[in-house]
């Protein structure tokens, strides 16, 4: 007997562990149960005590339902603390409870959780996969609201981890009933493996002790940071309406030691403390690949009426942080007002990736709105020591704050060092551009720059119409220090700053490090406009005055253009003449080049905006049946344009021919719909000619911010946030 091929060790483990796989899938299948809640009862039987317990003895992959009869709200007050839910997979859903409502933002639940928390995998490192919609713990619940409880509103440690569509701290109706804390996620002293994937999404956190989200890791251990974290769509510190003020009495929101994290589209206001503060690693590897953990982002909120500040960034410190700070943190298209200190703080930010910190950008979208705090708008150190370095700071639109706008170690402004010379200090205590000089045309920039010998900085140059602060970024230039740290500069930027604006500057080293700004310098007025030359005084340059022109004399038949009688023997010969060269029909070409801005980079629902359109024609030939068209966005009304345009909701202008070096100007005002979303809107231009292939564009977004309800001196109050002046 010849024995065939054996199977390899390989082949036999790969079809075990299929095998098992398949035996897990179906044993998680078969156990999956559904346990309702039928009553608002301590432990009958239909209790959530009784759910909890029956999901925890099934096995993973159970939901617990809520179907209680009656009118609501459905009120449970558990005599003791409720079980801790151990059990893999298990999703707490208040939204299934009839008079629920979790499509809306936020969601309308009517379960309510009085007197204790929930606590999810308490003691275990392995419990995963747990969603909470609607309800106040860190499980799978959706629809419950959490209030009046003892403990912490969420106390957990699993992975996979899911809460959304909750009011903590906040009754059904709105109202203002508070827990010791809000949402707590702390892993305990054993735990050695990361938490990974925690999603808290669209709930209403108010009215709680201590912070609304606190991700502290005063337990964590340099192997365990918290990764894949998302915290979006929330509403912390106010009601479910946004309106009316549920101030929680700590921070916003505070993190630890995160990898990949992403916190955006939220709305943090009115706390006791900051609005949002990171602390520690940024990476859940230090050093990693940016493009592969982008570190953490903060995008899209409103950060603002908060006591102690908008934003914090603290990378060194923490309790118990072994690892040194590593990973990018990017501060993009957030509106921090109203603050009661700095809108944004960096402190002992070191250098290990560069940026290590970057807050804003030129890009559409990405420049922050930073006004009417208490302080600075971004303050880089709190001291001349501090080591923060590496801190980008571009594009944004900084004004009306108490500080300056960018203000190193914290101390006012800084004077610029001479030449060649390199400080130690927040971002190096960078010198700012100076401005000698500015010109009308398109704006034209001179001046110069003194810094580090043989080294390459960008410079920025924002426009603003007070002396508030810089509003908008109008554009950047780059230049290189010589061999004794000196530079000079020119630059140009369309379009034109009207007279009695200002511009001012700031400068950012090639590692990344943003300093103050210089100035403000005031644009000068225009020049005024010779004025135009008499109808016909203009003569042609190749002939001469009629009075100057030869005429034939009385008596004679000579004509201007006869020629002198000939001399000497024999007739005339007539003279010679070259042949005239044949004209050129050969025409020039046109070249249509479109520019488009803004005269705001924010707009608010319902607020009026307006738009600058400028068409050069670059070439050297006429362009033929000429029209250029505005596209407005969906979310924008037209209400005028000048000059008048053909067309209600795109207005379009037509011209019969835009001559070689011909320069038009078109303006449009629009209204901001009343319901835009938040986001940025995109206005896009077009032109197009007869005689010139294809259709050039040119577009500039908008980013439309909620409405603000009142004014406070210079601040911008948002519906729900107390007045601090």
């Known amino acids: 007997m010849i024995a065939g091929p054996r199977p390899s060790l390989r082949a036999f483990g790969v079809f075990a562990a299929l095998a098992l796989a398949a035996a897990l899938l179906l044993a998680a299948s078969a156990s999956a149960a559904t346990f309702t809640v039928t009553n608002t009862s301590d432990a009958e039987p239909g209790s959530l005590r009784k759910a909890i317990e029956a999901a925890n003895a099934a096995g993973p992959g159970n939901t617990i339902a809520f179907a209680i009869p009656g009118p609501g709200p459905y009120v449970i007050s558990p005599a003791s603390e409720l079980p801790v839910l151990l059990s893999d997979d298990t999703t707490i859903d208040g939204c299934t409870q009839p008079g629920a409502d979790c499509t809306s933002s936020p969601a309308r639940p009517v379960v309510q959780i009085d007197g204790v928390g929930l606590r999810i995998g308490y003691y275990r490192d392995t419990v995963r996969g747990l969603s909470i919609t609607g309800v106040t713990a860190p499980a799978n619940a959706t629809g419950i609201t959490a209030a009046r409880n003892g403990r912490e509103g969420v106390f957990s440690l699993p992975q996979d981890l899911t809460i959304e569509d909750c009011y903590i701290g906040i009754a059904p109706d709105g109202s203002a ?149 590593s990973g990018p943190i990017t501060v993009l298209g957030n509106e921090i007002a109203d603050n009661g200190a700095a809108g944004v703080s960096v402190i ?103 810094g580090p010998a043989n080294a390459a900085f960008t410079l920025d140059f924002y426009k603003s119409e007070t002396a508030e602060g810089p509003q908008t970024w109008i554009g950047s230039t780059s230049v290189s220090t010589d061999a004794e740290g000196n530079a000079s500069y020119h630059a140009e930027f369309e379009p034109d700053v009207p007279g009695g604006w200002l511009i001012a500057a700031t400068a950012t080293d090639a590692n990344g490090s943003t300093s103050e700004f210089g100035g403000p310098v005031v644009v000068p007025p225009p020049p005024p406009v010779p004025p135009a030359p008499p109808s016909g005084a203009l003569q042609s340059s190749t002939q001469p005055p009629s009075s100057q022109l030869p005429t034939s004399q009385p008596g004679t038949s000579q004509s201007p253009t006869s020629q002198p009688p000939a001399t000497g023997p024999g007739p005339s010969k007539p003279p010679k003449h070259k042949p005239k060269p044949k004209p050129s029909h050969k025409p020039g070409k046109p070249k249509l080049v479109l520019r488009m801005v803004a005269n705001t980079g924010f707009a608010r629902p319902s607020s009026v905006v307006g738009y600058k359109i400028t068409l050069w024609n670059r070439g050297d030939g006429a362009a033929r049946k000429v029209e250029v068209c505005d596209e407005p966005p969906r979310g924008m009304t037209i209400q005028r344009s000048e000059p008048a345009a053909s067309g209600d909701r795109s207005p379009c202008w037509k011209l019969k021919s835009l001559a070689a070096g011909a320069k038009r100007v078109f303006r449009v005002t629009a209204q901001v719909d009343p319901s835009s979303d938040r986001g940025v809107e995109r206005n896009v231009a077009t032109v197009s000619a007869a005689n010139v292939k294809g259709v050039r564009s040119a577009s500039v977004g908008m980013r439309v911010k909620p409405l603000p309800n009142t004014a406070c001196g210079s601040r911008l109050l948002r519906p729900g946030i107390a007045p601090r002046c």
């Open 177 to 325: 009933a508070g827990n010791a804390q809000g949402i707590s996620v702390l892993p305990h002293t054993r735990q050695t493996a990361p938490v990974n994937r925690l999603r808290i999404r669209d709930n209403v956190i108010g009215a709680n002790q201590g912070a609304a989200i606190n991700l502290s890791a005063f337990t964590f251990i340099s192997s365990a940071p918290l990764t894949g974290l998302q915290i979006t769509g929330n509403i912390i510190g106010l009601d479910p309406t946004g309106t009316e003020p549920r101030p929680n009495t700590g921070d916003g929101i505070v993190v630890e030691i995160s990898g990949n994290a992403r916190i955006t589209d939220n709305t943090i206001a009115n706390n006791g403390g900051v609005g949002l503060i990171h602390r520690g690693r940024n990476q859940a590897v230090p050093h990693s690949d940016p493009a592969l953990d982008a570190g953490t982002v903060i995008e899209g909120n409103v950060v603002s009426g908060n006591a102690k500040g908008g934003l914090l960034f603290d990378p060194d410190a923490g309790v118990n942080v072994l690892d040194p700070y």
């Open 348 to 450: 002992k930010a070191a250098d290990t990736t560069r940026p290590n910190i970057r807050i804003g950008g030129t890009a559409p979208g990405e420049a922050n709105l930073i006004t009417g705090n208490d302080g600075p708008g971004v303050a880089i150190g709190d001291n001349p020591a501090d080591t923060s370095v590496a801190v980008t700071v571009r594009g944004n639109s900084i004004y009306g704050n108490t500080g300056l706008p960018i203000d190193l170690a914290s101390d006012g402004a800084t004077e610029n060092a001479e030449a060649g010379i390199t400080r130690p200090g927040p971002n190096s205590l960078l010198n700012h551009p100076m401005i000698t000089a500015i010109d009308h045309g398109s704006v034209i920039v001179d001046g110069a720059y003194a």
